[in-house]
Nanobody, 122 residues
């Protein structure tokens, strides 16, 4: 089991930036990829971005391409999500998750963080 601790959420105005961080600990030996998901009220959990600990194939959902950047630091066991040009529709609870495989599907992820609220005001 991997323990994930997220930080960086908050309230920002549209057009501004926010950086989310996720610190991983515990039994990380089976963690190959890390992903960010988000869930807005009344909506399904949505894939945001994923990356391997080696930095292989960073991927993004279409709505955040060009604005969000995912990165991993294997030495520090941290994964970050830099969010630029934030829009009100980015408002959601953001979750960091760990998977033994590279995937954009939530069911592939075994361990999840507690979530951090991101609110973007217009």
């Amino acid at each position: 089991q991997v323990q994930l601790v997220e930080s960086g959420g908050g309230l920002v105005q549209a057009g501004n930036s926010l950086r989310l961080s996720c610190a991983a600990s515990g039994r990380t030996f089976n963690s190959y990829a890390m992903g960010w998901f988000r869930q807005a009220p009344g909506k399904e959990r949505e894939f945001v971005a994923a990356i391997t600990w080696t930095g292989y194939r960073p991927s993004y959902t279409d709505s955040v391409k060009g604005r969000f950047t995912i990165s991993s630091d294997n030495a520090k066991n941290t994964v970050s999500l830099q969010m630029n040009s934030l829009k009100p529709e980015d408002t959601a609870v953001y979750y960091c998750a760990s998977s033994p495989v590279y995937s954009s599907t939530w069911s592939s992820y075994n361990d999840w963080g507690q979530g951090t609220q991101v609110t973007v005001s217009s």
